[in-house]
């Protein structure tokens, strides 16, 4: 309800909206092994599908979100950052369920 509010048509925010984050890896996220390679079909209005893609197995990386630009992270489509799993769930707990699905 909030997309189509802010810009008057319906649209998937996994691929339009863009997150400031900071993450551990020695690469930029966009970069990581793993990132994006899951590709996720939706369909926006009963005909036209729309292809995004999440990191299933970057899933127990930790992201941090940053309110501002500061230069320590990167600008992310938020749909990569897919799947999302609450803070201090146990990696191996994370591992399975990815496998699992």
Do not use: N
């Amino acid at each position: 309800a909030v997309a189509v509010a802010l810009s008057g048509r319906r649209s998937c925010y996994w691929k339009e909206y863009m997150v400031y984050v900071r993450c551990d890896l020695p690469q930029p996220f966009t970069s990581a092994p793993g990132c994006g390679t899951l590709q996720c079909d939706f369909c926006l209005d009963g005909h036209s599908m729309l292809a995004t893609h999440a990191s299933p197995s970057l899933a127990a990386l930790e992201v941090t979100s940053l309110s501002s630009d500061d230069g320590s992270g990167e600008w992310v489509e938020a749909g990569l950052l897919r799947p999302f799993v609450p803070r201090g769930t146990a990696p191996a707990i994370v591992a399975r369920r990815v496998a699992d699905d």
